[in-house]
């Protein structure tokens, strides 16, 4: 049996993975210069001024994509955004496919 990807053919390719894929980049990247602005803004020890100035440099020079949170998990397969499971980073509409077409070991249809 020949692996077919499902109907979604136009999502294959898009820059929607791409774009993840540099977010998760960027996020790695710039981990460490977030803590650090991230403690000089918090340290109460330090004057109001000098916390503000940190603050505005940080938000001028580190890149808002560089944030945790804005990294989507997406298929791997198609780039779907929602119903992706974290453990294989596929969307359920694949693991659903790949499960019927018998690629995935030790799951199967279940019936009772």
Same mark, same amino acid.
């Given at each position: *049996? +020949? $692996?077919?990807?499902?109907?979604?053919?136009f999502?294959?390719?898009?820059?929607?993975? %791409? +774009?993840?894929? *540099?977010?998760? @980049? @960027?996020?790695?990247?710039?981990?460490?210069?977030?803590?650090? $602005? +991230? %403690?000089?803004?918090?340290? +109460?020890?330090?004057? @109001?001024? *000098?916390r503000?100035?940190?603050?505005?440099l $940080?938000?001028?020079?580190?890149?808002?994509?560089?944030?945790?949170?804005r990294?989507?998990n &997406?298929?791997?397969?198609?780039? &779907?955004?929602r119903?992706?499971?974290?453990?294989?980073?596929?969307?359920?509409? *694949?693991?659903?496919?790949?499960?019927?077409?018998? $690629?995935?070991?030790?799951?199967?249809?279940?019936?009772?």
């Amino acid at each position: *049996m +020949k $692996f077919r990807l499902p109907q979604y053919a136009f999502i294959l390719g898009t820059k929607g993975i %791409a +774009k993840d894929n *540099m977010r998760r @980049l @960027l996020v790695q990247e710039h981990e460490v210069d977030r803590q650090v $602005f +991230k %403690a000089v803004t918090t340290d +109460k020890s330090l004057p @109001l001024d *000098m916390r503000l100035q940190v603050q505005r440099l $940080f938000e001028t020079e580190v890149p808002r994509d560089s944030a945790a949170n804005r990294v989507v998990n &997406r298929c791997v397969l198609t780039g &779907r955004a929602r119903g992706v499971h974290r453990f294989a980073r596929l969307s359920r509409i *694949m693991i659903r496919q790949l499960a019927h077409n018998g $690629f995935l070991p030790g799951v199967s249809k279940a019936s009772w």
